[in-house]
């Protein structure tokens, strides 16, 4: 005899007590099976995430961000995958227990599903917008365009990323306030971390100083600065000065620009800013006075040494004319 016979005959013997006992046991099934995958996926995900460090011979997540780029990238994809496999492992579970629960009690599936496919067609308009999350984030979290701890602006929220759910994705932005974002919402991803950085520096200079000297002046600082023993492994590229980005009556802006390690380009911004002023001090070069300026950084987007063609005016003439 076999063992679902052996099953079957046990709870007949208890009589009406028998589907209530075969209910509790898969519900107690689905439990067991959740908690088993739940291990099966922190071990491969651990396990990934030991296989990174141990190849770039790191003993805390922490210090992967002196390593190569796609090690942390692995580890992120690693984690986020692994908790989104949990959430849809849970979901599937509570599905099939919830159909053999029913089963036990005497309802037909069959008909239940045909019920359930003419409901779901009455209700398709009211749950597109579920699916449309669920469907949008794991094509966000399959195509690697965030992960946890990424720095990302979704248009609608702009902070780090806690969590990447199956159907919500948590942001907490700078003052710690925690966004929870429908994936269905979010129609661009501008993701700041991810592969490399680049810090961006406009210095304002005395307009009848030497260019070329003030030039040199920057770029050896930069220099300096990238060969730091802080900055080093975390600066990917020699510093460049483009060149003159903008002109005023009162000064010649340069852009200064460095291309840093995912993630460094805010900290590499404050700490390079400090170094070009001890150099600047060292030669004496006054910077001129922000209130007599306005400096207009927003075309920044158009790409590397363009800047707008309207001409910078001072805050005295804008006075005189009005």
Known sequence: MELADLWDSF?????GYGAALRIIGVVIAGIAASLILRVI?????????????????????????????SAMRSVQRTRTLGSVLNNTSTWVIVIVVSILALTELGFSVTALVASAGILGAALGFGAQSIIKDVLNGLFMVFEDQLGVGDVVDLGIAEGVVERVGIRITEIRDVSGTLWFVRNGEILRVGNKTQDWSRVILDLPVPYDSNIDDIQNLLLESAQEFAASPQWRRKIMEDPEVWGVQSLSAEAV??????????????????????ALKDSLDKRQVDIPALNRMVVDNSERS????????????????????S
């Open 11 to 15: 709870t007949e013997a208890l009589g």
């Open 253 to 274: 802006t340069l852009r200064l620009v460095v291309k840093v390690r995912a993630g460094e380009q805010w900290t590499a911004e404050r700490a390079l800013y400090r």
């Open 41 to 69: 996926i922190r071990r491969i995900v651990n396990e990934v995430v030991r296989g990174v460090k141990r190849a770039n011979q790191v003993d805390d997540t922490q210090e992967l961000n002196a390593s190569p780029i």
């Open 302 to 321: 158009r790409g590397p040494g363009r800047s707008t063609p309207e001409a910078h005016i001072t805050a005295e003439e804008s006075k005189d004319d």
